[in-house]
């Protein structure tokens, strides 16, 4: 069986990970997250899509905040948690 780290290298989608590990996509988000703030890298393209990742990112960069929920309703819930929580976890793993 894949991990999860390998499942994302393959470029697979938030929902085709979390249904190959039998999770939900919030606790594969919240896992993917984890990686990625622990500096692992891939592309999280097949995750968040790129236009949603710079406008998430952007955000997070100018309210200067952490928040998932901040930054979904900066957003105006165009973007889902699960989405914020990975673009999230790839900013603090940049740092």
Avoid: W
Wanted: overall charge neutral; glycine content about 6%.
């Amino acid at each position: 069986m894949d991990t999860l780290y390998e499942l994302c290298t393959k470029g697979y989608s938030l929902a085709e990970v979390a249904a190959k590990l039998e999770i939900s996509t919030r606790t594969a988000a919240v896992y993917i997250e984890r990686l990625l703030r622990k500096g692992r890298t891939f592309d999280i393209a097949a995750l968040v899509p790129r236009e949603k990742h710079h406008e998430i990112e952007e955000l997070f960069l100018s309210l200067q905040t952490a928040s998932v929920k901040r930054i979904a309703e900066g957003l105006q819930n165009k973007a889902t948690e699960e989405e914020i929580h990975i673009v999230r976890g790839y900013l603090q793993g940049k740092n």
